[in-house]
């Protein structure tokens, strides 16, 4: 049985979001049985859904990892499939990669089992609840967006 961090109350708004952060993270980043996707290599996997095909030192920038970090990941996933590499139109010696078919059904695999953590840690919340929480969410995560 997996142990959970102690629960120390929040003394501002910021500390509570970020023990929240933590405790999502531990969560998102630990292995689940029946993952065909590395954590850590679902973040790749999902700037590339979102943002597009695009080079190594795109994919790089984009996620503000090391070149050597996508260069490895990238590696292991285009061997399983789930990346497409293109030669590069404006540099015949750089590929364009993208997300394949495959890739998206492992990312949308390894989302629908996070998210079931979260639908279970939300059961007891009434809908009102729930729908504050999603509203303040999605404001914090436009607002951080903004930041950027």
């Known amino acids: ?23 999502i993270g531990r969560r998102f980043r630990s292995r689940i049985e029946g993952d065909v996707v590395e954590p850590s290599q679902a973040a790749l996997l999902y700037t590339l859904k979102c943002q597009g095909a695009m080079r190594l030192g795109d994919i790089a920038e984009a996620m503000k990892l090391d070149a050597s970090t996508v260069s490895r990941h990238v590696h292991q996933l285009g061997e399983r499939g789930f990346l497409d590499r293109e030669p590069d ?19 949308r695999h390894t989302f629908d089992q996070r998210r079931a953590i979260i639908t279970a840690a939300l059961t007891d919340w009434d809908d009102a609840d729930r ?9 914090l995560t436009a607002t951080l967006g903004d930041l950027a």
């Not at 109350?9 to 405790?23: C, G, H, N, S």
């Not at 404006?90 to 990669?97: K, N, P």
């Open 131 to 139: 729908d504050r929480l999603r509203h303040d969410l999605a404001r």
């Open 89 to 107: 139109p404006d540099d015949g010696r750089a590929r364009i990669i993208a997300i394949s078919d495959s890739g998206r059904a492992s990312l």
């Open 1 to 23: 049985m997996q142990q959970n961090a102690p629960v120390v109350d929040a003394a501002t708004t910021e500390d509570a979001v970020v023990q929240l952060v933590m405790a």
